[in-house]
């Protein structure tokens, strides 16, 4: 089958469908999306070069596409919603394939989350800049799913997230907190106000240490910008909300003895991650390259097999659907500011983030994401534990 595209098919009036792969036709069939077609997850192609760069690329390729104005979609979270409720990438072949295998081997050779490389995701992500954050995010600045039984909006999901945790931990005044990746220090504050606690905090992020010192002023709490594996001390309870996506698979034997070290013996240890409904060999190329460099999902297999023998699994919540709703929230915020944000940032960073909210939204509401808060303990704590929602 010839994979030769057309350059010179570019005109509006040119049905770009007859020109693209079958394999490529076939595959967004499979998931009910049609090339130029008239629902708002299908895809509107702009220029057939999206063709030549999907099928080389497949998730960079399509991403830097989109980037790059080839492509558009009314619906981006329903188009990524559709594409991540069906396997597509078993369907994949040629080019794509060969660097299917190469990223596996990559993930599965190298350590992509060395102490070395810890710093890489805070300058590239969170260095990016406060006010898109700020103008982004609900007022406590939390970059988590928030929690929404009972919320009807971003700022009262985050609330209720914070206060969730806060309780599943048992705090109580005069404890000392230590929240592992404390972002802008939302939840530091928030257990410093309102449970009365000391807290420390550590980000990877020169941004965020100075956001978050500037916001826990006059409060019990210390932003230190450091390295899990340097930490020492011991604490009554340990927190860490959406920080071990960026550990690694490689390192969460050492990442969960640092944390069995700082911890009392009646000590709690909570875990907001997000999760992956399977264990992946592979990393999102484009996510890698454009978002979230060296990151990793964890699997709940993964998860329990290196807490065996070293915790206690008192308690393990999913709400992962939660996480839609926090995206689209975020997206709303985002498109929101952007005549004040524009200047600074450039169209095609509005692209990648749109592109980044929207695509998170689909992979949530299609189930392959999850989010996860599980309660830890040692063996030898005494106390019982009553799970709280």
Excluded at 290 to 302: D, R, T, V
Excluded at 338 to 346: A, H, I, N, R, S
Aim: proline share 3%.
């Amino acid at each position: 089958m010839s994979m030769e595209i057309d350059s010179q098919s570019t005109t509006a009036a040119l049905d770009l469908t007859a020109g693209a792969p079958k394999i490529i036709n076939q595959l967004f069939q499979h998931a009910g999306i049609q090339l130029n077609g008239n629902q708002p997850w299908d895809m509107q192609v702009h220029d057939t070069i999206f063709f030549q760069k999907m099928f080389s690329k497949w998730e960079l390729g399509i991403g830097e596409s989109y980037m790059d104005g080839d492509w558009d979609c009314d619906r981006l979270d329903e188009f990524f919603f559709r594409i991540c409720s069906h396997d597509l990438e078993q369907t994949v072949h040629g080019p794509a394939k060969i660097m299917f295998g190469l990223e596996i081997l990559r993930q599965k050779f190298f350590n992509l989350q060395s102490r070395s490389r810890a710093f890489q995701v805070g300058e590239q992500h969170y260095d990016i800049g406060n006010d898109l954050f700020e103008k982004m995010l609900d007022s406590s600045m939390m970059y988590s799913c928030g929690y929404w039984p009972n919320a009807s909006n971003i700022e009262e999901a985050q609330q209720h997230k914070l206060d969730l945790i806060c309780r599943k931990l048992e705090l109580k005044p005069g404890e000392r907190l230590l929240d592992i990746g404390c972002g802008w220090g939302g939840l530091a504050r928030y257990a410093a106000q309102n449970y009365q606690v000391e807290v420390v905090g550590i980000t990877i992020s020169k941004e965020q240490q100075k956001l978050a010192q500037e916001r826990c002023a006059g409060l019990p709490v210390k932003i230190e910008l450091t390295d899990y594996r340097q930490l020492t001390g011991q604490f009554d309870k340990v927190v860490s909300v959406g920080m071990i996506e960026h550990v690694g698979a490689k390192n969460y034997p050492v990442y969960f003895d640092v944390v069995r070290k700082l911890l009392t013996p009646e000590g709690l240890f909570l875990l907001h991650t997000i999760g992956n409904y399977e264990t992946e060999m592979k990393r999102d190329v484009w996510l890698d390259t454009y978002i979230f460099p060296n990151g990793h999902l964890p699997s709940a297999k993964e998860l329990a097999s290196v807490l065996e023998n070293r915790f206690l699994i008192e308690d393990w919540h999913n709400f992962g659907r939660d996480y839609d709703l926090t995206l689209m929230a975020w997206w709303e915020n985002f498109d929101r500011a952007w005549p004040t944000l524009k200047d600074k940032y450039g169209e095609r960073f509005y692209r990648m983030w749109k592109y980044f909210l929207l695509s998170s939204a689909g992979f949530f509401r299609s189930g392959q994401g999850q989010l996860w808060q599980i309660v830890l303990s040692k063996r030898g704590r005494i106390q019982p534990y009553r799970s709280v929602r």
